[in-house]
């Protein structure tokens, strides 16, 4: 067994700013990232990896460095974080906890009251981009079947699995879920990694607002409620063998889920239940663009409909809000299952006026129309296919075609409600011309075309009907109008 610590030992995937000197290496520890934050771009990984990474290096921030009281207190916080987080790092008390084998303690692993190797699992099966059980993948055949692990890529599989472990995937007696599931995660990104930290911290009154604390992280104590324990978590009794190969896996510490506690980098969505408002996370969902809840995770109007993350929220209080901020999002789908169905990320460059009630008013607009679009298209696909008898109507290819388009030029509605024009007209009304209707109006006219030919009589006779669907969205008339012919476009 070599010894490995996190701290000493190269495990995170990063990307150089082309600044730096030429050679670096693509994965450095724990201290590295700290005492070379400034040199490092980013974190190099996928969505899961990125979200536990960087929960990950909020967590020592603070257990380092502690936290400002409020947003007039940040004052010079964090600029001896090249040196500061690593003599914390290297403290006799805190060293020892980052091995990732040996007897305890041990980084973010808790013995479990069993090591008989028929408790284990294989350590792949805990691998979210392998195969396992009947989780298939289209690069991956090898199954449960032992595979080689290195020390670098179990230390990052121990960290996201605590982060996103699904009770009940695995040691279907083991409950309770990671802290950073079933929620969309918000990163505000940087010009380097050591930017982007800060950009993600917290002040005490921020914490305290939602009925939380700072706490301590588990490597200075139990596991809680708290947040530092939150961000390095212990979701599970989890024991690697020593070569590597298998997986002990017993009952962690339960955290408390929304609305007993809010996740810092969540948004919350509030719809309206009846008479009643209900609160809920803001989740990804797998079949939509994360651009569509853009205007829901950017709220910081304290209006109906939504509360951006905590991390924006302390940002913005900080006064450091520019003519434009990088935001990055990103979640790893938990299905009812019990299984992880899929990863999504996407990152935004986000003009200030989107912030502003005129910015979100305007965004908001924009997909609402969009959707209220791809219905019309609904019916008229609908009203093609029953022209023609046809019991199965290309409806959802339709959908997609047109969704399709929208995501490849979503950036035209940010630019749009980045720059709100005073008297401009309504999106999608009968007098808008902006770039975003006509957009629209195209995306719609094309994905209808394309699923619906008109080349025999029959065929032109069933577009007609269908087009004419269409139109009353597309070309909508004045308020007060009379039933003239509206222009033929479709």
């Not at 030992?9 to 994965?27: A, D, G, H, N």
């Not at 692990?149 to 179990?154: E, L, R, V």
């Not at 990055?328 to 935004?348: H, N, P, Y």
């Not at 007609?464 to 308020?479: E, T």
């Amino acid at each position: 067994m070599t010894p490995f610590n996190l701290i000493d030992q190269p495990w995170i995937p990063v990307r150089w700013l082309p600044s730096s000197e030429t050679r670096r290496p693509p994965q450095i520890s724990l201290c590295e990232a700290f005492a070379l934050s400034e040199k490092i771009a980013d974190i190099d990984g996928a969505p899961h990896e990125r979200i536990a990474l960087m929960r990950l290096l909020v967590c020592i921030t603070h257990a380092a460095l502690g936290a400002p009281l409020d947003a007039d207190e940040w004052g010079d916080f964090g600029s001896d974080l090249e040196i500061a987080v690593p003599a914390y790092l290297h403290h006799p008390t805190i060293h020892p906890r980052f091995h990732l084998l040996g007897p305890d303690p041990r980084f973010l692993q808790k013995k479990p009251k069993s090591l008989d190797p028929k408790d284990g699992y294989p350590l792949s099966k805990s691998a979210f981009h392998l195969s396992s059980g009947n989780n298939s993948k289209l690069l991956d055949h090898w199954g449960e079947a032992p595979r080689p692990w290195t020390p670098s890529a179990a230390a990052l599989l121990v960290l996201c699995l605590q982060n996103f472990f699904v009770g009940g995937s695995m040691a279907s007696k083991v409950k309770g879920n990671g802290p950073a599931l079933k929620s969309l995660q918000m990163l505000l990104k940087g010009d380097s990694l050591r930017d982007s930290i800060l950009r993600n911290a917290l002040d005490l009154e921020t914490i305290e607002r939602t009925g939380g604390h700072l706490g301590k992280p588990v490597w200075e104590g139990p596991p809680d409620h708290n947040l530092l324990a939150r961000l390095a978590p212990i979701s599970c009794a989890l024991w690697l063998s020593d070569d590597l190969q298998t997986l002990f896996i017993d009952q962690g510490h339960s955290y408390l889920e929304f609305e007993a506690y809010r996740d810092p980098f969540a948004s919350i969505e509030i719809i309206k239940d009846g008479k009643n408002e209900k609160r809920r996370l803001l989740r990804a969902k797998p079949d939509q663009g994360i651009w569509r809840d853009l205007h829901l995770l950017t709220n910081l109007t304290h209006s109906v409909g939504s509360d951006a993350a905590l991390n924006l929220q302390c940002f913005n209080a900080r006064k450091n809000l520019g003519e434009t901020t990088d935001l990055w999002v990103g979640e790893l789908i938990k299905a009812k299952d019990a299984k992880i169905e899929d990863a999504t990320e996407s990152t935004f460059t986000i003009p200030q006026a989107l912030f502003g009630e005129a910015g979100q008013h305007l965004y908001a607009a924009g997909i609402d129309h969009a959707e209220a679009v791809s219905k019309f298209l609904y019916g008229a696909i609908k009203t093609y296919g029953k022209s023609l008898s046809h019991e199965n109507p290309p409806i959802l290819e339709g959908k997609k075609q047109f969704w399709h388009q929208l995501d490849q030029n979503h950036r035209t509605l940010i630019e749009m409600a980045g720059k709100p024009q005073p008297g401009q007209a309504e999106i999608g009304s009968h007098d808008a011309k902006d770039p975003w209707t006509l957009l629209v109006r195209a995306a719609a006219i094309r994905a209808f075309k394309s699923v619906c030919p008109h080349t025999t009589p029959r065929q032109i006779q069933a577009h007609s009907a269908g087009a004419r669907v269409l139109r009353k969205a597309l070309y909508p008339k004045p308020p007060g109008a009379t039933k003239n012919a509206t222009p033929s476009q479709t």
